[in-house]
Nanobody, 126 residues
């Protein structure tokens, strides 16, 4: 059974930084794609970033490009989301997700992912 556990959320002022971690267990994740999604109150869950372990393919939503960086440590089965220049509109619950990689495509839709963490709250004050 795949388990994903997020950590690192919190309260930060606008312009600040946070690093989220997603610890994965239950599989060898070299053949997986790991994604970060976020959901603000009253809004749908949206894509933030994803990484395909094998090949190191990356994908970012336009709203976070240039500010967020996704990376992974395969030895620790952990994926990170470094978030810089945070804005109040980044406030949301952030979720880690996983799915088996297919070809060279990095999926950006929530429905494409099979496994989810419990989420971690990120609040950015103005």
């Amino acid at each position: 059974q795949v388990q994903l556990v997020e950590s690192g959320g919190g309260l930060v002022q606008a312009g600040g930084s946070l690093r989220l971690s997603c610890a994965a267990s239950g599989r060898t994740f070299s053949s997986y794609t790991m994604g970060w999604f976020r959901q603000a109150p009253g809004k749908e869950r949206e894509f933030a970033a994803a990484i395909r372990w094998s090949g190191g393919l990356l994908s970012y939503a336009d709203s976070v490009k240039g500010r967020f960086t996704i990376s992974g440590d395969s030895a620790k089965n952990t994926v990170y989301l470094q978030m810089n220049s945070l804005k109040p509109e980044d406030t949301a619950v952030y979720y880690c997700a996983a799915r088996r990689a297919v070809g060279l495509y990095v999926y950006s839709t929530p429905a494409a992912y099979d496994y989810w963490g419990q989420g971690t709250q990120v609040t950015v004050s103005s």
